[in-house]
T-cell receptor
Framework: TQLLEQSPQFLSIQEGENLTVYCNSS?????LQWYRQEPGEGPVLLVT?????EVKKLKRLTFQFGDARKDSSLHITAAQPGDTGLYLC????????FGTGTSLTVIP | EAGVVQSPRYKIIEKKQPVAFWCNPI?????LYWYLQNLGQGPELLIR????????DSQLPKDRFSAERLKGVDSTLKIQPAELGDSAVYLC???????????????FGEGSRLTVL
């Protein structure tokens, strides 16, 4: 059962553009993780957010946890072809629950 | 240190045939997961082990799927007989979970891509 809705499901942009991916749930998260999965590989952890309103930056990636801890966003500035992949938000706590995924393609 | 190792990377079989996937988690990780992933979608949990005990197998189709982690280290996932709809990537992951601390980080293998003809 998918408890987390991500949008958009697919995104294709030109190199240098900015983008935002959203992750939403009807229930409160204790904490949330974002993973990126490159083609032919397994997902790899990018960040963990715990506190409502928390913002974390990882180079050109900015992650925000909603104040009510029901949603999160991932913003990428000046996207590069190496950012191509499937982005997954994951609700953590007692178990891991994966979101529906956002497939990003950055065209050179 | 070696990551999560899975084999085979690719498997093509005809429907009704059996297939097995193997996973060796990161050394010392007590929790092992098998996930099914369809193209472009998030992984879906099949089974979770804490050491050798299957603590969550509620989503495992037990009529045709089975799994084991006999010594609490490596694990095997079997499908018998395979159906067309089983075509997917089967991901294994491991983590080190400490009681009372909630979930940590998942480390994934590269996956086993199954095609059922």
């Amino acid at each position: 059962t998918q408890l987390l809705e991500q949008s958009p499901q697919f995104l294709s942009i030109q190199e240098g553009e900015n983008l935002t991916v959203y992750c939403n749930s009807s229930s409160v998260f204790s904490s949330l993780q974002w993973y990126r999965q490159e083609p032919g590989e397994g997902p790899v952890l990018l960040v963990t957010v715990v506190t409502g309103g928390e913002v974390k930056k990882l180079k050109r990636l900015t992650f925000q946890f909603g104040d009510a801890r029901k949603d999160s966003s991932l913003h990428i500035t000046a996207a590069q072809p190496g950012d191509t992949g499937l982005y997954l938000c994951v609700r953590t706590g007692n178990q891991f629950y994966f979101g529906t995924g956002t497939s990003l393609t950055v065209i050179p | 240190e070696a990551g999560v190792v899975q084999s085979p990377r690719y498997k093509i079989i005809e429907k009704k045939q059996p297939v097995a996937f193997w996973c060796n988690p990161i050394s010392g990780h007590n929790t092992l997961y098998w996930y099914l992933q369809n193209l472009g979608q998030g992984p879906e949990l099949l089974i979770r082990y804490e050491n050798e005990e299957a603590v969550d197998d509620s989503q495992l189709p037990k009529d045709r799927f089975s799994a084991e982690r006999l010594k609490g280290v490596d694990s095997t996932l079997k499908i018998q007989p395979a159906e067309l709809g089983d075509s997917a990537v089967y991901l294994c992951a491991s983590s080190l979970e400490v009681a009372g601390r909630g979930t940590g980080e998942l480390f994934f293998g590269e996956g086993s891509r199954l095609t059922v003809l």
